[in-house]
């Protein structure tokens, strides 16, 4: 009898295995411009703002926007400026506004992917406006006092990160961070670069092209790391 059920249970026990396995696997975006290109790991952690971000990259959504606003030391923000928000407007379907998707083990060390959003109450995040933390480094003075302030708390890991690489602590559990750059990090000084006016608006428009990776196309770019 077990000569029979063996080779069944073994059976079943892929069956539930390989979609687990699938799910565990990251997607993968490219992101360009004129200055250079990197490539992003989206972060299974946050679902909802990762299959909004790759349903609009597919409908080359963002492929028609910009990055914007340019903050040397703080950060890159593309996509939908935050007047297309306003309530006096008419929202585009794509337009709308995501619940938080917030976990400590996800935070604003430089290079990493979030939503940018206005000031309301929930938190929630503009669905079309992206943003790329550069950032600065910190020492733990001032990290605890960002702690204090924010009631926030950093792991030695995260505080290691943030004395060494930098980001934007302070925006921890505020905005939702859903990806990281794993190949291409001086993406973030070419274009911070650019010249910009006060107001951190490049004098010639910063173009975005934004691609999803097949698997075949990931293992190419991060073979070549």
Same mark, same amino acid.
């Given at each position: 009898?077990? &000569? /029979?059920?063996? !080779?069944?249970?073994? +059976?079943?026990?892929?069956?539930?295995?390989? !979609?687990?396995?699938?799910?565990?696997?990251?997607?993968?975006?490219?992101?360009?411009?004129?200055? +250079?290109?990197? /490539?992003?790991? %989206?972060?299974?952690?946050?679902?909802?703002?990762?299959?909004?971000?790759?349903?609009?990259?597919?409908?080359?959504?963002?492929?028609?926007?910009?990055? @914007?606003?340019?903050?040397?030391?703080?950060?890159?923000?593309?996509?939908?400026?935050?007047?297309?928000?306003?309530?006096?407007?008419?929202?585009?379907?794509?337009?709308?506004?995501?619940?938080?998707?917030? @976990?400590?083990?996800?935070?604003? &060390?430089?290079?990493? %992917?979030?939503? +940018?959003?206005?000031?309301?109450?929930?938190?929630?995040?503009?669905?079309?406006? =992206?943003?790329?933390?550069?950032?600065?480094?910190? @020492?733990? !003075?001032? %990290?605890?006092? =960002?702690?204090?302030?924010?009631?926030?708390?950093?792991?030695?890991?995260?505080?290691?990160?943030?004395?060494?690489?930098?980001?934007?602590?302070?925006?921890?559990?505020?905005?939702?961070?859903?990806?990281?750059?794993?190949? +291409?990090?001086?993406?973030?000084? &070419?274009?911070?670069?650019?010249?910009?006016?006060?107001?951190?608006?490049?004098? &010639?428009?910063?173009?975005?092209? /934004?691609?999803?990776?097949?698997?075949?196309?990931?293992?190419?770019?991060?073979?070549?790391?």
């Amino acid at each position: 009898m077990m &000569k /029979i059920l063996k !080779p069944l249970i073994v +059976g079943i026990l892929c069956c539930l295995l390989v !979609p687990a396995i699938a799910q565990q696997n990251n997607q993968y975006v490219k992101i360009e411009t004129a200055q +250079g290109y990197c /490539i992003v790991k %989206l972060y299974n952690e946050t679902p909802i703002h990762c299959d909004n971000f790759i349903k609009l990259v597919r409908a080359r959504y963002f492929d028609a926007t910009t990055f @914007n606003r340019i903050l040397k030391g703080f950060v890159i923000q593309g996509g939908d400026p935050d007047s297309l928000y306003d309530k006096s407007k008419t929202l585009k379907p794509e337009q709308k506004w995501i619940q938080p998707e917030f @976990n400590t083990a996800l935070y604003h &060390k430089r290079g990493v %992917l979030a939503m +940018g959003r206005d000031d309301n109450k929930a938190k929630a995040s503009f669905s079309t406006q =992206i943003y790329m933390v550069d950032g600065k480094t910190y @020492n733990n !003075p001032q %990290l605890d006092a =960002i702690e204090k302030k924010y009631g926030l708390h950093f792991t030695e890991a995260q505080r290691e990160t943030y004395r060494t690489i930098g980001g934007t602590p302070f925006l921890d559990q505020n905005y939702t961070v859903f990806g990281e750059i794993v190949k +291409g990090m001086d993406f973030i000084d &070419k274009v911070t670069a650019v010249k910009v006016n006060k107001d951190g608006n490049p004098d &010639k428009e910063v173009w975005m092209k /934004i691609t999803v990776l097949s698997n075949r196309e990931i293992a190419k770019e991060l073979k070549t790391m």
